[in-house]
């Protein structure tokens, strides 16, 4: 006898933001560091109003996804002071003898005939590089070794560290962290590394708490013309239509990926990638939005196809269909 496991429940501070999450249509939250630490643009506006901090929603949506209503896409570690817990951190090289900060990074180049090997600054002048030792003009300082094994052939045999202060070279320098917020100067032994995360909301949440407040549409469409068209009917249909309008496949799987639609309408003659690609790349990451999409000639092989795909229908342009299309997009969302 087998036993339906429970949905875990949500404490009432969890619920609420990922209601008020998915009300704004935000299908994934991608972070951003700042000064005052891990925090998620997309929805400040909901952390403002529900007058929390960062570090109270951070708890809030790892709980979340532990219990199953957010998914984690990418993970992350970011470097903060261990005294004032600030991210406005830069770091710095230390030279391993005099621990001076005034070192820079230097390329190693070895004149293959002499035999002498020193940084490529050494090399340079104006326009060519001269070794240093024997005077032999190697080349156009712009060009790449001619690799014959002639007097006018060298290599690049890598990279080297050079303080400026004591003229040490070294293979590997040590490495300060310094904290713009308080001026702690600290290593990477009492660095404070956090982890943070890209999260996305799986379709059956969304569907579960999403309250239609009208619908949103994308618009995917290149030709100008047309898409004042559709915009400016759907506009004057007297319905609650919100819509956004983008004119490339990557802006439009963008946009989705990141966005909550209730129906997208897909131009089949893109730039970049057609129609069906698109749809493709949408099913493939596992949105089911709706999709109605337009050609400029009836092409049954490409219907067939968007239909394969998971196209809820297949149009094509014309005075009449832009006139049906506020009913057309009513019947397809409700069904």
Not at 239 to 249: A, L, P, Q, S
Not at 253 to 273: A, C, Q, R
């Amino acid at each position: 006898m087998s036993s339906r496991l429970k949905q875990p429940t949500l404490t009432e501070e969890e619920e609420t933001l990922l209601k008020r999450i998915v009300e704004k249509g935000v299908r994934q939250l991608k972070p951003s560091i700042g000064s005052s630490g891990v925090h998620y643009p997309d929805i400040e506006d909901i952390v403002k109003d529900l007058d929390l901090d960062w570090s109270a929603v951070k708890v809030y949506l790892e709980a979340l996804t532990k219990k199953g209503f957010l998914m984690v896409n990418e993970k992350h570690f970011a470097l903060f002071c261990p005294i004032c817990d600030s991210a406005d951190v830069y770091s710095r090289y230390v030279c391993t003898k005099c621990k001076g900060s005034n070192v820079n990074r230097v390329r190693l180049i070895e004149h293959i005939f002499c035999g002498y090997t020193g940084i490529r600054e050494e090399f340079e002048s104006s326009t060519k590089l001269i070794c240093p030792n024997c005077k032999t003009d190697l080349g156009n300082r712009k060009s790449s070794p001619p690799g014959d094994g002639s007097r006018e052939d060298y290599r690049v045999i890598g990279t080297s560290f050079e303080c400026e202060d004591c003229g040490n070279r070294f293979d590997k320098p040590n490495i300060s962290h310094v904290c713009q917020s308080c001026g702690e100067e600290f290593n990477y032994r009492t660095a404070v590394y956090t982890k943070y995360f890209d999260f996305e909301l799986p379709e059956k949440v969304i569907a579960q708490y999403r309250k239609r407040a009208g619908v949103h549409i994308l618009l995917v469409e290149d030709n100008q013309d047309d898409a004042t068209i559709i915009i400016h009917t759907l506009k004057d249909a007297g319905k609650d239509f919100t819509m956004d309008h983008v004119n490339t496949g990557i802006n439009a799987v963008e946009k989705v990926e990141k966005n909550v639609y209730d129906i997208i309408l897909l131009d089949f003659m893109l730039p970049g990638m057609n129609g069906l690609e698109i749809l493709e790349k949408i099913r493939g990451s596992k949105i089911e939005t709706p999709v109605i999409m337009f050609t400029g000639a009836d092409d049954r092989e490409t219907a067939v196809a968007a239909m394969k795909l998971g196209a809820s229908d297949y149009l094509v342009k014309s005075v009449e269909l832009y006139k049906s299309l506020p009913g057309i997009i009513e019947k397809t969302v409700t069904r």
